[in-house]
T-cell receptor, first 113, second 114 residues
Framework: GENVEQHPSTLSVQEGDSAVIKCTYSDSASNYFPWYKQELGKGPQLIIDIRSNVGEKKDQRIAVTLNKTAKHFSLHITETQPEDSAVYFCAASNSGGYQKVTFGTGTKLQVIP | DTAVSQTPKYLVTQMGNDKSIKCEQNLGHDTMYWYKQDSKKFLKIMFSYNNKELIINETVPNRFSPKSPDKAHLNLHINSLELGDSAVYFC?????????????FGPGTRLTVT
């Protein structure tokens, strides 16, 4: 089955700095890579996703890159703000069938004002 | 309007008891999921139902039994609760085969077994 590794497990940045979270996956059949943000006491919420036919996607301060050959994908948050503080999960799935999504182990991001 | 709702939000019970968690989605999705999040925040899928049919059944003890009375509801019944069952349980839904693959999560049910 799919295995998703995520680093770092915790990340502290100063407000305004950038944050980068990296993930690797094992199953070459995976073709959909979502990123979820989980705020304290809430369920995860999708913030950005990328499909395997795209190398990079950007949405305002958030960007995701995918290297299919190396089976790496990363989340980049620029100009971080205190409200970006949360746990972030990368995930991988094969969207061709029923969606079994395998999540990474999570990164707790703290943005220091 | 709540998209995915779960009840109860908190559940405290003793070992050996039987309990149920309910989930409802009003998004019109055809697929629903149960996830378990442990104290280290690891998020792992337990079950998935598509149009009331069980399609994903991970290695979960038989004490856990999901039930989907219709497309909009997915309940989780747990028998003979154990200390290790303490976790936050999330329900989620999505539309399989559509152009978007996003899973929408409920607010979670924090289960504490004493």
């Amino acid at each position: 089955g799919e295995n998703v590794e995520q680093h770092p497990s915790t990340l502290s940045v100063q407000e305004g700095d950038s944050a980068v979270i990296k993930c690797t996956y094992s199953d070459s059949a995976s073709n959909y890579f979502p990123w979820y943000k989980q705020e304290l006491g809430k369920g995860p919420q999708l913030i950005i996703d990328i499909r395997s036919n795209v190398g990079e996607k950007k949405d305002q301060r958030i960007a995701v890159t995918l290297n299919k050959t190396a089976k790496h994908f990363s989340l980049h948050i620029t100009e971080t703000q205190p409200e970006d503080s949360a746990v972030y999960f990368c995930a991988a799935s094969n969207s061709g069938g029923y969606q079994k999504v395998t999540f990474g182990t999570g990164t707790k991001l703290q943005v220091i004002p | 309007d709540t998209a995915v709702s779960q009840t109860p939000k908190y559940l405290v019970t003793q070992m050996g008891n039987d309990k149920s968690i309910k989930c409802e989605q009003n998004l019109g999705h055809d697929t629903m999921y149960w996830y378990k999040q442990d104290s280290k925040k690891f998020l792992k899928i337990m079950f998935s139902y598509n149009n009331k049919e069980l399609i994903i059944n991970e290695t979960v003890p038989n004490r856990f039994s999901p039930k989907s009375p219709d497309k909009a509801h997915l309940n989780l019944h747990i028998n003979s609760l154990e200390l290790g069952d303490s976790a936050v349980y999330f329900c989620a839904s999505s539309q399989v085969g559509g152009s978007k693959y996003e899973q929408y999560f409920g607010p979670g049910t924090r289960l504490t077994v004493t």
